[in-house]
């Protein structure tokens, strides 16, 4: 039986009609004042320095007809580790008033995924210490997203469009198989017994450029299969910072640069073998990981900039559609519940806890609260997807970190010319990992209970919901649905 639903919330459109462009784009320093506790680990960190600042860039796109509004969208890329359930929810209801003519359900938030990025949940972690509290730090990431949000969606005007691919080498594979058949993500591949990565990587640079009335580059967004995760020190954007002070540095200094991580869950910017020779080239140029991978990403930007630079689109077919979907969760057994329950007695029992027992109690009594709900009936996880056509171009998201293979079937099924994709972007929820089928028989983290709300499955109708989205924008205007 199947078990996925759909239902179209906005933007139900056959296809898309050419229409002129408005372009509006602003950025946001959302750093938190120090000490600022971390997330992106099993414990929290306190961090007492600013490595480099964190940004919220904000796009604003309108498609006109005739002078009259056709179609839009805000797109909000932000220095965060992942969006929290209800930080979008939170944050559309703070925009309210705003932003005059525009539905606030046609904008995301979407994360790079830095591990240097500040706690947006209380609860997240049992303690923060003297540094800034969560429901502290919230209202001023709010306020100066909106700020973000508010000037771009002020400031749109007619402008052009175009759109390249580049290649860079920056995500890479970290689940290591090993020869009894076991995958371990950051596995030790010097083991006698390694046999190799678990999958494959991609280095796809998708390149989106925005220009204003002069043609002067106005804002960029840059998809690729790398979460921000090379490292750096305290607070830190990883190598999104060098990225964009590279790019400013050769376009101009107002430039907008939006970063997107597209699916890669099972991918990390480090490499799983020839570390060695990489810290080499490293030092030798003088450049720290995040640096190093941030000038990859550069140069495929400059390199694909100078070349669609010659084809520059004022007018082109643009749609927005927005869906909640609702996929088969994944499965819950009377084992995996019973083991989860004994970790988190243990846990509670427990005079003093650890500093990683909070991480562990809590995604163990997720598991259990998943099981109760799947005998009451639910065996959905929903989720808000987001499909734009902007020109041949395809923008398509989702709120996890989906393994690289869910991410290839999408853009290698897609009928657009070219299709960027993003994970950690308009999350409802908590959503975590999507592994394969191939990680699950391997095991390990990233293919466990605790973190797969969804599994093959639910990522297989994922893939098919996604196919069949942006297929509904590239049908002939008018043409009906068989």
Same mark, same amino acid.
């Given at each position: 039986m199947r078990l996925w639903i759909v239902a179209v919330a906005i933007g139900a459109v056959a296809g898309a009609r050419a229409a002129e462009l408005w #372009?509006?784009?602003?950025?946001?320093?959302?750093?938190?004042?120090?000490?600022?506790?971390?997330?992106?680990g099993?414990? =929290?960190?306190?961090?007492?320095?600013?490595g480099t600042p964190l940004t919220a860039t904000a796009l604003a796109i309108e498609a006109r007809e005739g002078g009259r509004p056709a179609g839009q969208a #805000? @797109? =909000?890329?932000?220095?965060?580790? =992942? #969006?929290r359930k209800g930080i979008q929810e939170g944050f559309r209801k703070h925009l309210e008033g705003r932003l005059p003519g525009f539905d606030?359900? &046609? @904008?995301?938030?979407?994360a790079t995924h830095t591990h240097s990025a500040p706690v947006i949940q209380q609860d997240r972690y049992e303690a923060y210490g003297d540094a800034i509290q969560p429901k502290d730090y919230v209202p001023l990431l709010y306020d100066r997203m909106a700020e973000a949000v508010a000037a771009a969606w002020s400031n749109r005007a007619p402008g052009a469009v175009a759109w390249g691919l580049g290649r860079a080498v920056a995500g890479e594979n970290r689940r290591a198989v090993f020869a009894d058949g076991r995958a371990v993500m950051y596995g030790n591949a010097a083991a006698p017994d390694f046999r190799g990565a678990e999958g494959g990587a991609d280095s796809a640079v998708d390149v989106l450029c925005f220009y204003d009335r002069k043609r002067k580059l106005k804002a960029a967004a840059i998809a690729l299969a790398a979460p921000a995760q090379a490292g750096g020190s305290g607070i830190n954007a990883d190598y999104w910072h060098p990225v964009r002070e590279r790019i400013r540095a050769k376009h101009g200094t107002n430039v907008c640069v939006l970063g997107f991580c597209a699916p890669a869950?099972?991918?990390?910017?480090?490499?799983?073998?020839r570390a060695k020779a990489e810290a080499r080239m490293?030092?030798?140029?003088?450049?720290? !990981?995040?640096?190093?991978i941030g000038r990859r990403v550069a140069d495929a930007f400059d390199d694909v900039a100078g070349v669609i630079a010659a084809d520059l689109r004022t007018d082109v077919p643009f749609a927005h559609a927005v869906r909640d979907v609702a996929l088969p969760a994944r499965r819950v057994t009377d084992d995996e519940a019973e083991a989860a329950r004994k970790v988190v007695a243990a846990i509670d029992a427990k005079a003093k806890l650890a500093p990683t027992d909070w991480w562990v109690r809590n995604f163990n009594r997720l598991v259990v609260a998943r099981h109760e709900r799947q005998k009451a009936g639910d065996g959905t996880h929903a989720i808000e997807m987001h499909v734009l056509r902007i020109g041949d171009v395809a923008i398509a998201t989702n709120p996890f970190e989906l393994f690289l293979n869910y991410g290839e079937q999408i853009v290698g099924r897609s009928p657009a010319g070219q299709t960027m994709l993003i994970q950690l972007a308009a999350a409802t929820d908590e959503h975590y990992? =999507?592994?394969t089928s191939r990680a699950l028989a391997g095991g390990g983290y990233s293919?466990?209970?605790? !973190? &797969? @709300?969804?599994?093959?499955?639910?990522a297989q109708a994922l893939v098919e919901r996604t196919v069949e989205a942006i297929g509904e924008l590239w049908r002939p205007v008018g043409e009906t649905r068989p």
């Amino acid at each position: 039986m199947r078990l996925w639903i759909v239902a179209v919330a906005i933007g139900a459109v056959a296809g898309a009609r050419a229409a002129e462009l408005w #372009i509006g784009a602003a950025t946001a320093d959302i750093t938190p004042p120090v000490p600022a506790p971390l997330t992106g680990g099993k414990s =929290v960190r306190i961090a007492r320095q600013v490595g480099t600042p964190l940004t919220a860039t904000a796009l604003a796109i309108e498609a006109r007809e005739g002078g009259r509004p056709a179609g839009q969208a #805000i @797109l =909000v890329s932000c220095d965060l580790c =992942v #969006i929290r359930k209800g930080i979008q929810e939170g944050f559309r209801k703070h925009l309210e008033g705003r932003l005059p003519g525009f539905d606030t359900r &046609n @904008l995301f938030l979407a994360a790079t995924h830095t591990h240097s990025a500040p706690v947006i949940q209380q609860d997240r972690y049992e303690a923060y210490g003297d540094a800034i509290q969560p429901k502290d730090y919230v209202p001023l990431l709010y306020d100066r997203m909106a700020e973000a949000v508010a000037a771009a969606w002020s400031n749109r005007a007619p402008g052009a469009v175009a759109w390249g691919l580049g290649r860079a080498v920056a995500g890479e594979n970290r689940r290591a198989v090993f020869a009894d058949g076991r995958a371990v993500m950051y596995g030790n591949a010097a083991a006698p017994d390694f046999r190799g990565a678990e999958g494959g990587a991609d280095s796809a640079v998708d390149v989106l450029c925005f220009y204003d009335r002069k043609r002067k580059l106005k804002a960029a967004a840059i998809a690729l299969a790398a979460p921000a995760q090379a490292g750096g020190s305290g607070i830190n954007a990883d190598y999104w910072h060098p990225v964009r002070e590279r790019i400013r540095a050769k376009h101009g200094t107002n430039v907008c640069v939006l970063g997107f991580c597209a699916p890669a869950g099972d991918l990390v910017p480090k490499p799983l073998v020839r570390a060695k020779a990489e810290a080499r080239m490293e030092k030798m140029r003088g450049l720290s !990981h995040a640096e190093e991978i941030g000038r990859r990403v550069a140069d495929a930007f400059d390199d694909v900039a100078g070349v669609i630079a010659a084809d520059l689109r004022t007018d082109v077919p643009f749609a927005h559609a927005v869906r909640d979907v609702a996929l088969p969760a994944r499965r819950v057994t009377d084992d995996e519940a019973e083991a989860a329950r004994k970790v988190v007695a243990a846990i509670d029992a427990k005079a003093k806890l650890a500093p990683t027992d909070w991480w562990v109690r809590n995604f163990n009594r997720l598991v259990v609260a998943r099981h109760e709900r799947q005998k009451a009936g639910d065996g959905t996880h929903a989720i808000e997807m987001h499909v734009l056509r902007i020109g041949d171009v395809a923008i398509a998201t989702n709120p996890f970190e989906l393994f690289l293979n869910y991410g290839e079937q999408i853009v290698g099924r897609s009928p657009a010319g070219q299709t960027m994709l993003i994970q950690l972007a308009a999350a409802t929820d908590e959503h975590y990992y =999507v592994p394969t089928s191939r990680a699950l028989a391997g095991g390990g983290y990233s293919a466990e209970p605790t !973190h &797969n @709300l969804v599994g093959p499955e639910g990522a297989q109708a994922l893939v098919e919901r996604t196919v069949e989205a942006i297929g509904e924008l590239w049908r002939p205007v008018g043409e009906t649905r068989p």
